[in-house]
């Protein structure tokens, strides 16, 4: 094929390069190129007969060279296709910097930047005569890069500008080509092409995203709204738009004002900090919470329902009460069927559909707090947390803490963000306030203020938190006795005493000792029996500790019994203590400490009789006991045997019985027995 000839000139090297690489490939097979740029200098004599120049800037610079040449083209010029894909990767809005060695030709740039559909960005042309841009850190030139203003710290070259189609079409033209054209037209819109499949990738990936996203915060069971920094709609779910009544179509892009958006919650929007608003809207009980994204100076607001908000709280409280604040008895729990404590568990059960508070009084270890668990359990409020404090039990200063919580830095060594106290954890449940009996005059004027107010104040803190908190208090102390000393208030005790519960002591209700006894071995998963002897023992004890020394009794016994019965050998050996008759109650222990030596080297010996009688089944009659200390060296009249029992039946240490059963030794004899061996 003929090659015909062409002289290019530009202005820079490297315009001259890339025009001339750009000819070479649309149309090299046919056109012999001779290339030059003024910045190298040209040579004195153009030989070709036609003439392409860059530019107009380039025809005025060699104008007077060229008088002889007829076929001069001024080219038309347009972007590098192939490079705009570096633009496409900056986000919708930046503002960018257009730089080329004049400003008429950056705007002429910025023009055919538009044209093909950049519009993401916002353009600004450089002029050289301004000298300063502080809202710029991105500049874009078409290989100018050495014009670029120095403190732009991001720069990006999309080349040289390259020959339009205009210009190619004028060359086939021109050298009577036009069988050619459609090869070198599609040779040109390959380049295109290549952008716009650029384009579309680009396109399809972000309305990919844009769908992930939109499923992502549809699928969000709650309402959520943006806002950008131009305060436009960016982000409105499908539950913002069930709870506004606006689809979502028409909302994004739009201000909260044009969304007309009733006025409390658009002013709440637009201008509080933080913290939740609770808005009817629409008619629906919503909490409105709004945080503002300070990087990209966005706001980002979610709409809860406050049905949904309360089934999450209740959630939380649900894991709260898995994690110990939980009622653990029932009224099932409560062991007795004895009519005291029938009637009793009959007053617990109604009392527990109140919600007044209660005072459950009773003696140490009458099962106080097992009841205030019980009555929760039947309240209304059983999902929500069950939480016992024992106000004897802790230093007043950590009480305190523990039942008001503090705000951070309300005292040395306060945990940072504060503490929620009891009375804010069990919002919603039931606080039991055991011993309630022992706490300080300021707890008592604290939780009088709390009880009132239904409000606390955290320590350190200012704001009133609103609480919705059962109390239950138990006290064994007599409180009546504690006001006339001056030492519990009668305002508390009247507000804590709304609903009375006043529980029998063991000793009110014996019958329930075998049920009792039974239900501690059960517990224990043992298989044992238990000797009548040791039950009428523990049935006629005194029990001064209640259930709770019974049960300290069964479970000492079961572990040290021989795993098949409970016998007399196994009574604790320190069995006085568990007896609780203490020197001031008992004649007997008064007179004990008058006792003369052989006095009570008699009682010990007799005692001890009785007891192995008892042990071995064998009736403990006067006569065996005389018969046996025949064997000693205390010997005693029949008479002075008499007196000796009767003295211990008058204290409980024995039980005389006519026939075979004979005289029985009482867990206090066994006590007393003990410690009259121990003072040996
Ligand atoms: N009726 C009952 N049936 C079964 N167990 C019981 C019964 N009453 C009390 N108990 C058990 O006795 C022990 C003491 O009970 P609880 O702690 O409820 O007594 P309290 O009156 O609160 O004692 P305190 O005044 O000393 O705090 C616990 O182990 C409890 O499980």
């Given at each position: 094929m003929r090659k015909y000839t062409l002289t290019?000139?530009?202005?820079?090297?490297?315009?001259?390069?890339?025009?001339?690489?750009?000819?070479?490939?649309?149309?090299?097979?046919?056109?012999?190129?001779?290339?030059?740029?003024?910045?190298?200098?040209?040579?004195?004599?153009?030989?070709?007969?036609?003439?392409?120049?860059?530019?107009?800037?380039?025809?005025?610079?060699?104008?007077?060279?060229?008088?002889?040449?007829?076929?001069?083209?001024?080219?038309?010029?347009?972007?590098?296709?192939?490079?705009?894909?570096?633009?496409?990767?900056?986000?919708?809005?930046?503002?960018?910097?257009?730089v080329n060695d004049f400003k008429e030709t950056a705007l002429e740039l910025i023009d055919t930047l538009?044209?093909?559909?950049?519009?993401?960005?916002?353009?600004?042309?450089?002029?050289?005569?301004?000298?300063?841009?502080?809202?710029?850190?991105?500049?874009?030139?078409?290989?100018?890069?050495?014009?670029?203003?120095?403190?732009?710290?991001?720069?990006?070259?999309?080349?040289?500008?390259?020959?339009?189609?205009?210009?190619?079409?004028?060359?086939?033209?021109?050298?009577?080509?036009?069988?050619?054209?459609t090869v070198v037209s599609q040779r040109y819109i390959q380049s295109f092409i290549h952008l716009n499949q650029k384009l579309l990738h680009a396109e399809k990936q972000a309305e990919r995203l844009r769908l992930h996203l939109e499923n992502v915060v549809d699928a969000v069971d709650e309402g959520v709204l943006a806002l950008n920094e131009g305060r436009e709609v960016t982000v409105y779910n499908a539950f913002a738009a069930k709870v506004f009544g606006i689809p979502q179509q028409e909302a994004i892009g739009k201000s909260i004002d044009e969304l007309k958006v009733q006025k409390d919650v658009a002013t709440f929007i637009q201008?509080?900090?933080?913290?939740?608003?609770?808005?009817?809207?629409?008619?629906?009980?919503?909490?409105?919470h709004r945080l503002e994204l300070s990087q990209e100076k966005a706001i980002v607001v979610t709409i809860k329902n406050v049905n949904q908000a309360i089934e999450i709280e209740k959630k939380v409280k649900k894991e709260q009460l898995k994690s110990g604040l939980v009622a653990k008895y029932h009224f099932t729990h409560i062991i007795g069927s004895h009519p005291t404590i029938k009637e009793t568990k009959k007053i617990g059960e109604k009392l527990a559909k109140s919600e007044l508070p209660v005072l459950i009084q009773g003696e140490t270890g009458t099962g106080k707090e097992l009841f205030a668990h019980a009555i929760h359990h039947s309240s209304f409020r059983h999902t929500g947390p069950f939480l016992a404090v024992n106000c004897s039990a802790i230093t007043e200063t950590l009480l305190e803490s523990e039942l008001f919580g503090y705000e951070e830095g309300a005292f040395t060594g306060a945990q940072r963000g504060g503490k929620r106290g009891l009375f804010e954890l069990a919002d919603g449940g039931t606080i039991f306030l055991d011993e309630i009996g022992d706490i300080s005059p300021n707890l008592q004027a604290r939780l009088l203020r709390v009880l009132q107010e239904k409000e606390v104040r955290r320590i350190g803190g200012e704001k009133l938190i609103p609480i919705n908190v059962r109390v239950v208090a138990a006290t064994n102390k007599n409180l009546q006795a504690k006001i006339v000393k001056g030492e519990f208030r009668s305002d508390l005790y009247y507000r804590l005493n709304v609903l009375s519960l006043q529980l029998p002591s063991l000793v009110e209700r014996k019958a329930d000792i075998p049920l009792l006894v039974e239900h501690f071995i059960n517990q224990s998963n043992q298989t044992v029996d238990i000797e009548h002897t040791v039950m009428d023992m523990l049935i006629q004890h005194k029990w001064e500790g209640n259930i709770r020394e019974l049960k300290n009794t069964i479970d000492y016994m079961l572990t040290v019994c021989n795993g098949e019965r409970l016998t007399l050998q196994d009574i604790p050996k320190n069995w006085s203590s568990f007896t609780h008759s203490t020197a001031e109650d008992s004649v007997f222990h008064v007179k004990q400490s008058s006792l003369t030596l052989m006095e009570r080297k008699e009682y010990e010996l007799i005692l001890r009789i009785i007891k192995r009688c008892n042990e071995n089944s064998q009736a403990a009659s006067r006569r065996i006991i005389s018969q046996e200390m025949k064997h000693t060296d205390q010997v005693l009249t029949d008479q002075q045997i008499r007196h000796r029992l009767n003295a211990l039946e008058s204290h409980s240490f024995i039980t005389k019985g006519r026939g075979r059963s004979g005289t029985k030794i009482t867990l206090q004899g066994i006590g007393f027995l003990q410690s009259l061996e121990e003072k040996r």
């Open positions: 290019l000139i530009a202005g820079t090297i490297e315009t001259k390069e890339a025009l001339t690489k750009q000819l070479n490939h649309l149309m090299g097979e046919f056109l012999h190129i001779h290339s030059f740029a003024v910045d190298e200098g040209l040579p004195n004599q153009l030989n070709d007969e036609t003439i392409l120049l860059s530019s107009n800037h380039v025809l005025q610079e060699v104008k007077e060279m060229l008088s002889t040449h007829s076929n001069v083209i001024v080219a038309n010029r347009t972007v590098n296709h192939e490079q705009l894909d570096k633009l496409l990767e900056l986000e919708k809005g930046k503002k960018v910097l257009v538009l044209e093909i559909g950049l519009l993401h960005l916002q353009y600004v042309p450089y002029d050289s005569n301004k000298r300063y841009y502080n809202d710029i850190d991105i500049a874009i030139t078409p290989g100018e890069t050495t014009i670029i203003p120095k403190y732009i710290p991001h720069k990006i070259d999309i080349g040289v500008r390259l020959l339009d189609v205009s210009t190619i079409l004028k060359l086939v033209d021109h050298y009577a080509l036009t069988h050619m054209s201008q509080r900090q933080g913290e939740d608003g609770l808005f009817t809207i629409n008619g629906i009980d919503v909490v409105v």
